[in-house]
């Protein structure tokens, strides 16, 4: 199986900062990667796909960058709206596996 | 748009089978290019595939999972299915169904279903 491993697990930011979460695949990937805002008691809601393809809706302050085993997640100016959990997914081995979370609080 | 709910027991005793069922509705599971699958999340941890199924039937599994899931399609219903046997409690969790093309990234989700294990 491929390991996902996001950091950091959590992270307590203000209104307007840019925040920035890491996901690290165990092999390269060829960015074969989704991104995920779960918000709590609701379910994961796809933010962008193919690593850097923001899904229709999502607001452009989410932007998606990598390749090979590194991607990150930047959200250029957090919002009051944005405390959840984000998760990472790879797609490229269809054993399909997911990060372990970073948690984004407001300060 | 595309909706999909889950169904089924709530509580279900150890080493007994876990069902659910996903309801599709806004749309229709007969699409050749779609897969159908399973996500769970134990409460307060991270997201976990358990497995994924196509309109002709063709599976796909998580593999710490593997042995005991099964997940199949009801395409007449507009349906697909989980079942998950020799449950315990590390098997409590609430259970996603979801879509996704081919067998990639997830675009529709349920609302989720808390599944608890206990006698």
């Known amino acids: 199986d491929i390991q996902m491993t996001q950091s950091p697990s959590s992270l307590s930011a203000s209104v307007g900062d840019r925040v920035t979460i890491t996901c690290r695949a165990s092999q390269g990937i060829s960015n074969s990667l989704a991104w995920y805002q779960q918000k709590p008691g609701k379910a994961p809601k796809l933010l962008l796909y193919?690593?850097?393809n923001l899904e229709s809706g999502v607001p452009s302050r989410f932007t998606g960058s990598g390749s090979g085993t590194d991607y990150t997640l930047t959200i250029s100016s957090l919002q009051p709206e944005d405390s959840a959990t984000y998760h990472c997914q790879q797609y490229y081995r269809v054993s399909l596996t997911f990060g372990g979370g970073t948690k984004v609080e407001i300060k | 748009q595309l909706q999909l709910e889950e169904s089924g027991p709530g509580l279900v005793k150890p080493s007994e089978t876990l069902s659910l069922t996903c309801t599709i509705s806004g749309g229709s599971i007969d699409n050749s290019n779609d897969y159908w699958g399973w996500v769970r999340q134990p409460p307060g941890k991270g997201l976990e595939w358990i497995g994924s199924?196509?309109?002709?039937?063709?599976?796909y599994y998580g593999p710490s999972l593997k042995s005991r899931a099964t997940v199949s399609v009801d395409s007449s219903r507009n349906q697909f299915s989980l079942r998950l046997t020799s449950v315990t409690a590390t098997d409590t969790a609430v259970y996603y169904c979801a879509r996704h093309k081919q067998v990639l990234f997830f675009d529709y989700w349920g609302q989720g279903t808390l599944v608890t294990v206990s006698s």
């Open positions: 199924v196509s309109l002709s039937g063709r599976t």
């Open positions: 193919a690593a850097s």
